[in-house]
């Protein structure tokens, strides 16, 4: 079986990183007898470069014709001046509006090899695995009008039954395999958008009986997830607070260069480190690897349904942790720093390790 795959590289570390993960992605083919047709589209600014526009036509299509995308990061300093819609950053936005997806996905999981890491105490973080569904495609960041001029500055934030609807299904179906818990983020003391959002939350609810319903208000939601991480399982928000809420998420599990994402739709699917282009680091093969990869784990769970191929990618991931490698964004005192290429290389030697203790019937997932 053949799957295509865009890759996006992009800008900065991106291209460091995506090539990691291609390594582990061809490495679990060649494990589980499929193959993988790769096409590599530009993107961000070093599309804007060469055309003129940071998503061009062609890119967009490619991603059309694939079973899934995998990106790197955009941006840079370069490009920041720039108007708006010719930024990196609004490739990313019509991308995910282009593609339809709307559900972006966050898991908020704490390796134990580095729960010492955060900076939150390790008994705050005992027991912390939660995930966070943040709308993508809708609220403030899309809504019409928008603008400012020299004396004023506005922004739209609207949603629609529908886009409300579709995200949160998908919330509480993903809540039934896990804890059975959905809290629901928002603002509904303040913002008529989010009393309409908390109203759809509730009627949606109706048809999971089995799943308990909380809501929060997103400042509370933010001081709890500090406070005590382990209490959430599945949160579901909109796009602006789903924004600030996962990278707050991130940086209590030590390191946002450790997390990866999925952005789902309907048809289609992206999967992407959350971390950004780093361009104050590109090019010296010091890039952490580990986001990308863990990226390329979802994309084989969520795309291609072979959830006992991501479970050995991430158990490969925590092994090399527990071994003390680290890059050096995430590397303490005692650690083994060791640079892209080589942390690759572990992390593959110890998916291979899983494997084949897993096929002995040694290793239990």
């Known amino acids: 079986m053949t799957n295509k795959i865009t890759l996006l590289p992009g800008d900065g570390i991106g291209p460091e990183v995506i090539s990691a993960a291609v390594k582990v992605a061809n490495f679990i083919a060649e494990k589980f007898n499929i193959s993988f047709d790769y096409q590599e589209k530009l993107i961000g600014g070093c599309s804007y470069e060469k055309f003129g526009v940071p998503l061009t036509e062609d890119t967009l299509q490619s991603c059309y014709d694939s079973d899934a995308v995998l990106l790197g990061a955009v941006g840079g300093y370069q490009w920041e001046n720039l108007e708006h819609h010719l930024k990196p950053e609004a ?18 999981k704490v390796y134990s090899a580095f729960i010492n890491s955060s900076s939150l105490k390790p008994k705050v973080l005992a027991g912390t695995d939660f995930v966070v569904f943040r709308e993508l495609t809708g609220g403030i960041y899309f809504g019409e009008p928008r603008g400012y001029n020299d004396k004023r500055g506005w922004n739209t934030m609207e949603y629609s039954y529908e886009e409300i609807e579709r995200i949160v299904v998908k919330a509480f179906e993903t809540a039934r395999k ?42 509370n939601a933010a001081m709890q997830i500090v406070r005590e991480p382990s209490q959430f399982d599945v949160i579901v928000t909109g796009n602006l607070f789903g924004d600030i809420i996962s990278d707050i998420a991130g940086m209590i599990t030590g390191s946002l260069g450790m997390l990866p994402s999925a ?10 480190p959350v971390h950004g282009s780093a361009p104050d680091i590109a090019g010296k093969g010091i890039a952490n690897p580990i986001a990308a990869i863990a990226s390329a784990a979802m994309m084989f769970d969520h795309s291609f349904g072979m959830t006992k191929a991501a479970e050995i990618i991430e158990a490969g991931i925590e092994k090399t942790l527990s071994e003390g490698y680290r890059t050096k964004d995430i ?35």
């Open 91 to 108: 490739a990313l936005l019509k991308l995910r509006k282009s593609l339809g997806l709307f559900t972006n996905i966050r898991p908020a």
């Open 178 to 219: 896990r804890r059975k818990s959905v809290t629901s983020v928002d603002k509904a003391n303040v913002l008529e958008v989010s009393q309409f959002w908390r109203k759809v939350v509730a009627e949606v609810a109706k048809n999971y009986s089995d799943v308990e319903l909380k809501h929060m208000y997103v400042d």
């Open 263 to 272: 952005s789902l739709g309907n048809r289609y699917a992206l999967y992407e």
């Open 331 to 365: 590397a303490g005192e005692d650690d083994k720093i060791v640079s892209t290429e080589r942390m690759t290389e572990i992390i593959l030697e110890n998916i291979e390790t899983v494997f084949n203790e897993q096929a002995l019937g040694v290793f239990t997932l």
